[in-house]
């Protein structure tokens, strides 16, 4: 199941980002500085971000001897992901996918979710970062239509280096303006 993530899902979150991400893996307070910006702490037409988890389906999960509510070793949250829209351009901001779950398409769904929201929103371009040394990472991006525009050096607290990359969400707008101007010049004109 896929849902908003809450600021009571950040615990089990956070020990998953600290798991999958163990050199760049985001300060805690930065996870609720972004839910801050989401719907519902404010309203939809100023949002600017959306994250949502997917948890595994509690008839589905394995039961994990004495773990409490919040421990992050019973497994509930699978993966999660995160976007922020500030027109005209969206960005993935996370996505991650628990190592049980990977390879079942779980990434692709929430990426899916995240350009959904994106085109909902009216963005012309979604962008993401990715470390050069994820590949996998990188083939869940291009199988989805992402394109690699740009390296950034030293982006991630490692030094690492980031691909940017971009999906177009719509035409670009000189090809959009060049069709319409070829419409306008073959009609009527004063000369």
């Given at each position: 199941m896929i849902r908003a993530m809450t600021a009571a899902d950040v615990p089990e979150v956070m020990a998953l980002e600290r798991q999958l991400?163990?050199?760049d893996a985001w300060p805690e307070r930065f996870l609720y500085d972004e839910l801050a910006q989401?719907?519902?702490?404010?309203?939809?037409?100023?949002a600017t971000r959306k994250y949502w988890v997917a948890e595994?389906?509690?008839h589905d999960a394995?039961?994990?001897?004495?773990?409490?509510?919040s421990d992050p070793q019973r497994g509930s949250i699978l993966g999660y992901a995160g976007m922020m829209c500030v027109l005209p351009l969206a960005?993935?901001?996370t996505l991650a996918v628990a190592p049980q779950a990977q390879g079942e398409g779980l990434g692709s769904r929430l990426l899916g979710l995240i350009e959904q929201e994106s085109r909902r929103r009216g963005a012309e371009d979604l962008l993401l970062e990715v470390r050069i040394d994820n590949p996998g990472a990188q083939r869940l991006y291009r199988r989805n239509g992402f394109e690699q525009i740009h390296l950034r050096r030293s982006?991630?607290?490692d030094g690492g280096d980031a691909l940017i990359m971009r999906k177009r969400l719509t035409e670009p707008?000189?090809?959009v303006g060049a069709v319409g101007s070829e419409q306008i010049t073959?009609?009527?004109s004063h000369g």
């Open positions: 991400f163990p050199h989401a719907e519902p702490a404010v309203a939809a037409h100023r595994q389906d509690q394995a039961p994990v001897p004495d773990a409490a509510p960005d993935v901001q982006y991630y607290p707008a000189a090809a073959g009609g009527a």
